[in-house]
């Protein structure tokens, strides 16, 4: 499966930005999806997920209550809508597919978008 984020960009402090997450493929479907992010010389952080039936759902407390997952699979496509945004979420952010559960850690994502950068300033 490949998979292609983007929506990244520049945005002030307080504002919102929405990234997608195409995929290449039909099996899309079977597959839970997340959202990560890094910042150049820190590890990959878990961002959120949700499962392929988009029942199951799971957020990092630090961005829990601002961003908001979501997935179409007629479209096999996924979103992250981020309202809300302060300087600590400049990152870049990846997309990234899974193949049981709904995962956190990286290990356990089997595919990877290139990134997308986010940059929110103050």
């Known amino acids: 499966v490949q998979l292609q984020a983007s929506g990244g960009g520049l945005v002030q402090a307080g504002g919102s930005l929405r990234l997608s997450c195409a995929a290449s493929?039909?099996?899309?479907?079977?597959?839970?999806m997340g959202w990560f992010r890094q910042v150049l010389g820190k590890e990959r952080e878990f961002v959120a997920a949700i499962g392929w039936d988009s029942i199951s759902t799971d957020y990092s407390d630090s961005i829990k209550g601002r961003f908001t997952i979501s997935r179409d699979n007629a479209k096999n496509t996924v979103a992250l809508q981020m309202n809300n945004l302060e300087p600590e979420d400049t990152a870049v952010y990846f997309c990234a597919a899974a193949r049981w559960g709904v995962p956190r850690t990286v290990a356990e994502y089997r595919y990877w978008g290139q990134g997308t950068q986010v940059t929110v300033s103050s």
């Open positions: 493929e039909r099996s899309f479907i079977n597959y839970a």
